[in-house]
């Protein structure tokens, strides 16, 4: 029982450690250090945000100054058909399909645990990306220290965390030498939930997180890549809100998950 009060203790300390390093993180603009496989090293700029005067313009050319993402049917995510190594997989080769890797994935993903975050991402990342696993994985162990935690190891006994995806913004990349539509740039928000030892809700959850992922079609899958010809041509956006008509012409969608 001593034992047992020690773990749950211990796992508190490191909950509380990991909440206060996440807001730190956030604060200082340090996306790639909590956006799961979200961006490069460099903080991204803040997304612009067009005044009510002149609004982005829509694919249509038409502008509906009443629409939003709150308004708009939800994006469909498809199921995946399996798992393997840590992850979901057997998503169809089309835009619907990219953003649904996105999105399982980065729910998906071991923040604290470095050996299985390596299991998920040897997976996941293309083999045109070297050093994007080991990038990745040092991220996590950078999270472990700053947490208190050994750089390698698992999560802290009764320490889990749920990632949940309600926004995603998608973007063909156009690249030399792959089809058009084989290369997707998605945006992603989302909250995140700690759950400490005692089962209790998390009192400060990271709300309206945002973290990006390039996709690449092959070897028959999406696969996460950070390859230069690729990272250059992502785009930022317009700051998301279910009833901000600017973040739906800029192509946010609400996330809905199949039954």
């Not at 949940?164 to 290369?183: E, M, N, Q, W």
């Amino acid at each position: 029982m001593q034992n047992h009060d020690r773990s749950a203790r211990r796992a508190k300390f490191t909950l509380a450690g990991i909440g206060v390093l996440l807001a730190a993180a956030v604060a200082a603009g340090a996306v790639a250090a909590v956006g799961v496989l979200g961006s490069d090293d460099k903080a991204a700029p803040p997304a612009a945000k067009p005044s009510a005067s002149t609004p982005a313009p829509s694919p249509s050319g038409l502008w509906n100054k009443d629409m939003t993402p709150a308004k708009a049917k939800p994006f469909h995510l498809v199921a995946p058909t399996g798992q393997a190594n840590g992850i979901s997989t057997g998503f169809p080769h089309n835009t619907k399909g990219a953003i649904s890797t996105a999105v399982y994935f980065t729910e998906e993903y071991a923040l604290l645990d470095d050996q299985k975050a390596r299991q998920q991402l040897e997976a996941a990342v293309s083999p045109d990306a070297p050093g994007y696993v080991d990038e990745r994985v040092s991220q996590v162990r950078k999270l472990r220290e700053g947490a208190g935690l050994p750089p390698s190891g698992g999560n802290p006994a009764g320490l889990t965390f749920t990632t949940s995806v309600k926004a995603v913004r998608a973007k063909t990349i156009r690249a030399d030498g792959l089809p058009l539509g084989d290369a997707i740039h998605v945006w992603l928000v989302y909250d995140r939930y700690a759950t400490g030892p005692d089962g209790g809700a998390d009192k400060n959850p990271l709300r309206d997180e945002t973290s990006d992922l390039i996709l690449k079609w092959q070897n028959g899958a999406w696969k996460l890549t950070n390859e230069p010809k690729l990272w250059a041509k992502r785009t930022y956006p317009v700051a998301y809100a279910p009833d901000s008509p600017y973040a739906w012409q800029d192509g946010w969608w609400q996330v809905l998950r199949e039954d």
